[in-house]
């Protein structure tokens, strides 16, 4: 998804911006420009594909002198990935750069073709910078030229401008698209669409929220704006170091985020799982009173998180729970009940219809809960309470430690709802406790596993498609395994229930059809058995993971954990996250960047 930088300061401004956007690479992009203002000269640079090119294009300009400048990461949405259709988008005397997208754009070009503009590219974004030179041509003050522009857009944005007419001042407005702006100690100002490109060079920064808008330069530091009003400066310390964002070590931050899940559990986990209870300090005590029901709500592997603790949901707590995906429930007309709590998931925290969702429930007076890796993201921002996960920037588009978290956070808090309801024992709870405890062990990657992986993956690089099938909390395992398979190896792979296939897709079963099976012995491990037994009758290959030796399997990993469904879960979770990994290393394709993903997904 498109990423934003701008920099005010007298570092080289390139060098500043460029590497702002690195940083935002993980986001997914297609093309990427940037454009300096410096003695009132703005010049630009734009390339289609990855940073690299625009780098080549701009290797003979070294602006090394006080200025400023915007950059931009874009993933096509209206209009093609090509150079014209790159930011920053320039009028006369202005360059804009976007993120989001401005619904009323179709009328405002047509207003604007109307009387004579003409437009170079296919986007939305080019209306910004002509609604604005028209408005400064009609008042001569671009700081209401640039607040009448903001009025007239529709739809979710985040917007830095610069112009010749203002020269010593970068225009910003947020609506929808998360935008922060912060400074340094020497005063250099600096902007980003995610708190990544500010790490190691801003100190303090602003979360903008909603209708915030406003200027920055040099000489008079941010000035925010609301409704036309100013706005005290909310700043807070940026925290976090560059290097624990690089690779580490890892061929891949995939890789790298795969190993670091035991440790991230360890931090997910701090402080909640007590000895003999489950603590949230984030949540009131009487956060559960009057509530009936879960519905929650999420996309993509997010999803898949919820759909496993469901089972826990019903399981342990009792209470009734649904799973819904985002992009479906935001346009079926669903009947929320106000006894509903509202559970919203997300790794980004700024997922456009997992967002709209969560308004939705919100605006319908349900409690709303988001469980989500980003602080101060825009679904943190509107929901009543949150549990964050704790599982550090993923980098990798693939996610893998943010399922982890998630799981982990909402087991806890099924526990946590069971406590409450006395729906276990204490004895019982302590038990949970006790496994709670024991997953970043199970999580831990050993050479030995990682290099049978390694060697199995050959055999699994042709066939007509994939199937992962377990049943119960191994269903939506099996989803999520698919979901990583396809994404990064770009072939076919489904995730089915096991108990399901003979009714439909064994039709497919022959030696060309891959079968992981996820065979876990505390739940109902003979039924999956006989299901895998009727697709090795029909010749599929199988690929059995499963502490259990299976003679049928033409493949098998043996797991270890036998103890609790649960350490059996995140166990199998490494194995099929790392057998993606490694199907999709040796297939020669980009891991952390896979094509015609996005990292954030803030476009529905
Ligand atoms: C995960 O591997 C995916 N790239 C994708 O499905 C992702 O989980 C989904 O877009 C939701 O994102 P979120 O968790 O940031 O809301």
Redesign the pocket.
């Known amino acids: 998804m498109c990423g934003i930088v701008g920099y005010i300061g007298d570092e080289d401004i390139k060098e500043v911006l460029v590497d702002g956007l690195r940083e935002l690479e993980y986001r997914g992009y297609d093309s990427a420009g940037i454009a300096v203002l410096q003695d009132n000269e703005i010049q630009s640079f734009k390339a289609v594909g990855k940073l690299k090119n625009l780098e080549e294009k701009t290797k003979n300009f070294n602006p090394h002198a006080f200025g400023m400048g915007i950059g931009h990461t874009r993933w096509a949405t209206h209009g093609k990935p090509t150079e014209i259709n790159a930011h920053p988008h320039l009028g006369e005397f202005s360059y804009v750069v976007h993120n989001g997208i401005i619904e009323n754009y179709q009328e405002l070009k047509k207003e604007l073709q109307a009387e004579g503009v003409r437009f170079l590219s296919q986007t939305d974004t080019e209306v910004i910078v002509h609604l604005f030179e028209k408005s400064y041509k009609a008042l001569n003050d671009p700081m209401q030229a640039f607040e009448a522009t903001v009025n007239k857009l529709e739809g979710a944005y985040a917007v830095l401008l610069m112009t010749k007419v203002d020269p010593d001042r970068i225009y910003f407005a947020k609506n929808g698209s998360p935008m922060i702006v912060g400074n340094n100690d020497k005063n250099d100002i600096f902007f980003g669409s995610s708190d990544a490109a500010l790490i190691g060079k801003a100190t303090e920064v602003i979360y903008l929220d909603d209708g915030d808008y406003g200027y920055t330069s040099a000489k008079e530091g941010i000035t925010l704006l609301h409704n036309g009003k100013e706005k005290t400066l909310n700043k807070k310390a940026l925290l976090g170091d560059k290097i624990s964002a690089q690779k580490g070590g890892f061929r891949f931050f995939m890789e790298k985020e795969i190993y670091e899940q035991s440790e991230v559990l360890v931090d997910t986990v701090m402080g909640r799982a007590l000895d003999t209870k489950i603590q949230f300090e984030e949540l009131d005590p009487n956060f559960f009173d009057g509530i009936d029901g879960i519905t929650i709500c999420?996309?993509?592997?997010?999803y898949n998180s919820g759909l496993a603790c469901a089972y826990l949901f019903e399981r342990q707590a009792k209470i009734r729970t649904n799973v819904e995906i985002a992009s479906e429930f935001r346009y079926k007309e669903p009947l929320l009940d106000p006894k509903t709590l509202f559970v919203v998931?997300?790794?980004?925290g700024?997922?456009a219809d997992?967002l709209e969702a969560l308004k939705m429930a919100r605006d319908a007076g349900l409690k709303t809960l988001a469980i989500c890796n980003v602080d101060n993201s825009s679904i943190v921002r509107i929901s009543d309470y949150t549990l964050l996960t704790r599982a550090g920037i993923e980098k990798g588009?693939?996610?893998t430690k943010?399922f982890a978290t998630q799981v982990m956070v909402m087991w806890m808090l099924s526990l946590y709802i069971a406590q409450h309801k006395k729906t276990m024992s204490e004895e019982e709870i302590s038990a949970e406790i006790q496994a709670i405890r024991h997953i970043p062990q199970a999580v831990k990657v050993n050479d030995k596993l990682h290099e049978k992986v390694k060697r199995l993956s050959k055999r699994y690089l042709h066939g007509h498609g994939f199937f992962f099938i377990g049943r119960d909390l191994f269903y939506p395992l099996a989803l999520e395994g698919a979901?990583?398979l396809k994404?990064i190896s770009y072939l076919h792979a489904e995730g089915y229930p096991a108990g399901e296939m003979k009714h439909g897709p064994i039709a497919l079963a022959d030696s060309e059809l891959f079968t992981i099976a996820l065979m876990p012995k505390n739940i109902h491990y003979d039924k999956v058995k006989s299901n895998v037994e009727e697709l090795s009758a029909r010749d599929a290959t199988i690929l059995a993971i499963s502490p259990e030796r299976f003679e049928l399997a033409d493949d098998y990993v043996h797991t270890y954990c036998s103890d609790h469904a649960m350490s059996e879960f995140f166990e199998m979770m490494v194995v099929t996250q790392l057998l993606a990994l490694e199907i999709s290393v040796r297939l020669g394709n980009d891991v952390d960047m896979p094509r015609n993903?996005a990292?954030?997904?803030t476009v529905e």
Request: net charge neutral.
């Open positions: 999420a996309c993509g592997t997010s998931i997300s790794q980004s700024e997922t997992t588009v693939a996610s943010a979901l990583k994404e993903l990292k954030s997904v």
